[in-house]
């Protein structure tokens, strides 16, 4: 069983940088499609992005574009969320998430991270 782990997450101030890591164990990252979910405080949890096993992403929210931007590193059986000009309404929980490929980035993913938190404050 595939078992995802966040790291990576904490405060940084508006217009920052941060980027999470998600380390998977069990099983190959690279048989998945993966994405990143953030919950922000009194809010459901939404989708940001998803990057198939095929190299294909898909953006679920509606960001600039280039603002956040999803990779992974086979070799290290590692997700990343690479983030930039971070805004305090980004602040919330984010979580990684792998879903069998059959799936094709649907809404819904079979895998979760235990989700870390962000703050972006000055």
């Known amino acids: 069983q595939l078992r995802l782990v966040e790291s990576e997450g904490g405060s940084v101030q508006p217009g920052g940088s941060l980027t999470l890591s998600c380390a998977a164990s069990?099983?190959?990252?690279?048989?998945?499609?993966i994405g990143w979910f953030r919950q922000a405080p009194g809010k459901e949890r939404e989708g940001i992005s998803c990057l198939a096993k095929t190299g294909r992403t898909l953006d679920y929210v509606l960001f600039p574009k280039g603002r956040f931007t999803i990779f992974r590193d086979n070799a290290k059986n590692t997700m990343y969320l690479r983030m930039n000009d971070l805004k305090p309404e980004d602040t919330g929980v984010y979580y990684c998430?792998?879903?069998?490929?059959?799936?094709?980035?649907?809404?819904?993913?079979?895998?979760w991270g235990q989700g870390i938190q962000v703050t972006v404050s000055s």
């Open positions: 998430a792998a879903q069998l490929p059959i799936r094709g980035c649907a809404y819904e993913f079979d895998y």
């Open positions: 069990g099983n190959t990252l690279d048989a998945y499609n």
